[in-house]
């Protein structure tokens, strides 16, 4: 699939520097902040996330001996092990030995809530909620799991004090809704609701319940984006199978060089679809939606899925897509999928040694340069560092952030050459992904942006004449069947570039239709001026389409341009067969509904394609300023656990 980018704009290492300040500057507060979290080590929060992967790493329980005494009290054998994490993690012991406590006191009463769950169908809700004097309150409750929402909130409003009609419940980012039992939403035992009490007056109650509906709207809206986006994308898939590819704009799967794949037609399909759904989710990416953008990825790698193996194993999307994936977790500090981030980066790293070869020597021998791909791997590096960070590895992580930082370093280019190249013609993209391809020499990086433009614009002819010559042998399989050539050509055209529906037409549509003026008689054909039919293909249609479909319909050029556009520049044998006063009420309104469910179609596709870049190298066209600032983050917080770490 060929892509294309919008510019983008990368920092120079002086503005790295400046950016390093920033980042650190905020990550620190003010600098009295910044001097406090010195001591204080990464938030309270990561921290707990490296306490939890350490656990499991070493199959603690802390709910059982040694950790928890007979009385269900804390142990001393529990300030031993937050001592030991403390010095492993290089933070201070105090705030490791509470997470600890904390950890082991949720899972104390986890047990007794699954007990009871067990013993009487009795789920504990763990209740969090801000109290009339704005403190942060937390409570649990026992409920049966049938009872509905709305019963759940006069229970809590009970508990709490609060009005039972300005109660909203949220779970799992999600308001749950009041006339639905708590297990149709998948309330379970031990989970956990927020309690989000609305304004007492009037006018704010309102202007809450304009806002919730407007998040449902929104959610709503987000559905139907990718469900709209699946339909285009399917579209696209299904007039990728049925007719010539050269007619579907920038749709198309090409390797690393722009050059096409021989892909079986069924793989075809179920890779199109994937890759349609993975640039609309990059789209979002760009913008920064995150959330948005990870809904599609997921859609996407759900029909990676369907694709054969060996099929994955030759192309890099795959691997891409896991390392996309995981870089939403993180810039929405999704923590939680930890787990899940771990092996879709170790599937990443299996993808690309398979399509690139563990060594690059694959893709050297195709592209005779690695460095744009270089990006992948500083990406890999840096995510492979931030979730090492997160389990409590900090050797392992101090390793991989210095080998991202140093691909990065290699990887900068510099914005003023790139404004010297756009100077020369080029585009933001060509200046940045040729410079990186150069090692940041403008002279050479130049000569390689024309050398590979001349090398694409050749893959392009080699394309436009294989196409011809697949057309002839199609034109001279119909002479063979004892059809004029100009019959033969035009009925091709018309059945779309598909031989079968081109002998359909030719079977059932006189061959009079297809020929020139002076070779029918004056009653077979309806006479449309040259004039008029340019004026048609002045619109891009072919022109022997536009003749065609203008004495399909007497000459009225708005039906016959309707007609083309409905049916993709061509009439269709069914159109052909019959002439236009035969058309019945009826027929017209068949023909009408469906050229408005081609028209609602043809819209789909377009946002489908709007979103699809024509550069077959867009997603290696990273500015690095995003990895920039994650290096500093957590190489920040690893030298302010242990200044010795880095």
């Not at 600098?31 to 990464?42: F, I, S, V």
């Not at 003026?517 to 040259?530: F, L, Q, T």
């Not at 556009?565 to 009826?586: A, M």
Request: with cysteine.
């Amino acid at each position: 699939m060929r892509i294309k980018s919008s510019p983008t704009v990368s920092l120079s290492r002086d503005q790295y520097n400046n950016k390093k300040r920033e980042v650190i500057a905020e990550v620190s507060g003010t600098e009295k902040e910044g001097r406090r979290m010195a001591t204080d080590g990464p938030p309270e929060n990561v921290v707990q996330d490296q306490v939890r992967s350490l656990l499991e790493n070493e199959k603690v329980k802390l709910w059982e001996p040694p950790y928890t005494a007979e009385n269900k009290d804390a142990s001393p054998e529990l300030k031993i092990l937050g001592e030991k994490y403390a010095l492993q993690l290089c933070i201070d012991s105090s705030m490791v030995e509470n997470i600890l406590e904390n950890l082991r006191c949720n899972s104390l009463q986890g047990l007794n809530a699954k007990k009871t769950f067990e013993d009487t169908g009795l789920a504990t809700i763990r209740i969090n909620y801000t109290s009339h004097t704005k403190r942060k309150e937390k409570t649990k409750l026992t409920t049966k799991l049938n009872i509905s929402a709305k019963d759940l909130r006069a229970e809590i409003a009970k508990l709490t004090g609060m009005n039972e009609q300005h109660v909203k419940l949220i779970m799992n980012s999600k308001v749950l809704k009041m006339d639905r039992s708590l297990a149709e939403q998948n309330v379970k035992n031990n989970s956990l609701i927020m309690v989000m009490q609305i304004t007492l007056t009037e006018e704010e109650a309102k202007e809450q319940e304009i806002n919730y509906q407007e998040e449902m709207k929104e959610q709503d809206e987000r559905k139907a984006k990718i469900s709209r986006t699946r339909k285009g994308a399917e579209i696209l898939a299904q007039h990728g199978e049925n007719t010539d590819l050269s007619n579907v704009p920038y749709l198309e799967i090409a390797d690393q060089k722009g050059r096409p794949i021989p892909i079986p037609a069924a793989e075809k399909k179920a890779l199109l679809l994937a890759m349609t759904l993975h640039e609309k989710g990059r789209a979002f990416m760009k913008k920064k939606d995150y959330a948005s953008a990870l809904l599609y990825l997921l859609d996407s790698d759900e029909e990676f899925g369907k694709c054969g193996s060996e099929l994955l194993n030759i192309v890099d999307n795959h691997a891409v897509l896991q390392l996309e994936i995981v870089w939403c977790y993180l810039q929405l500090e999704q923590l939680d999928c930890l787990r899940d981030a771990e092996e879709r980066l170790k599937r990443a790293q299996t993808r690309l040694n398979n399509c690139y070869g563990e060594n690059l020597e694959r893709l050297y021998n195709l592209k005779g340069n690695t460095a744009n791909e270089q990006v992948l791997y500083l990406r890999l590096k840096l995510l492979q560092g931030v979730v090492l960070y997160h389990k409590g590895k900090l050797d392992q992580t101090k390793n991989h952030l210095n080998e991202a930082e140093t691909l990065l370093g290699k990887l900068s280019v510099d914005d003023t050459k790139v404004m010297q190249l756009m100077c020369l013609g080029f585009t933001a993209q060509e200046a940045r992904l040729g410079l990186r391809a150069c090692n940041d020499d403008i002279e050479v990086a130049a000569s390689h942006i024309y050398h590979r433009r001349e090398e694409k614009a050749e893959i392009r002819r080699k394309e436009k004449a294989e196409r011809k010559r697949k057309k002839q042998e199609a034109v001279n399989s119909l002479v063979a069947m004892g059809y004029s050539e100009k019959a033969a050509a035009k009925a091709f055209r018309s059945a779309n570039n598909n031989l079968e529906r081109a002998i359909e037409i030719l079977q059932h549509t006189p061959e009079q239709v297809y020929m020139d003026d002076e070779e029918a008689g004056p009653s077979n054909r309806i006479e449309v001026s040259e004039e008029t039919i340019n004026q048609v293909a002045f619109l891009g249609f072919d022109h022997s389409a536009a003749e065609i479909a203008l004495r399909r319909f007497n000459g009225n050029i708005e039906r016959a341009v309707q007609a083309l556009i409905d049916h993709g520049g061509y009439l269709p044998s069914s159109l052909l067969n019959s002439p236009p006063s035969s058309t019945s009420p009826e027929d017209m309104d068949v023909e009408e509904e469906s050229s408005e469910k081609k028209q609602k179609e043809r819209e789909i596709v377009e946002e489908v394609l709007a979103d699809i870049p024509e550069h077959e190298e867009d997603y290696l066209d990273m500015t690095l300023e995003e990895e920039r600032e994650v290096i500093i983050k957590y190489k920040t917080w690893l030298q302010r656990s242990h200044p010795s770490t880095l």
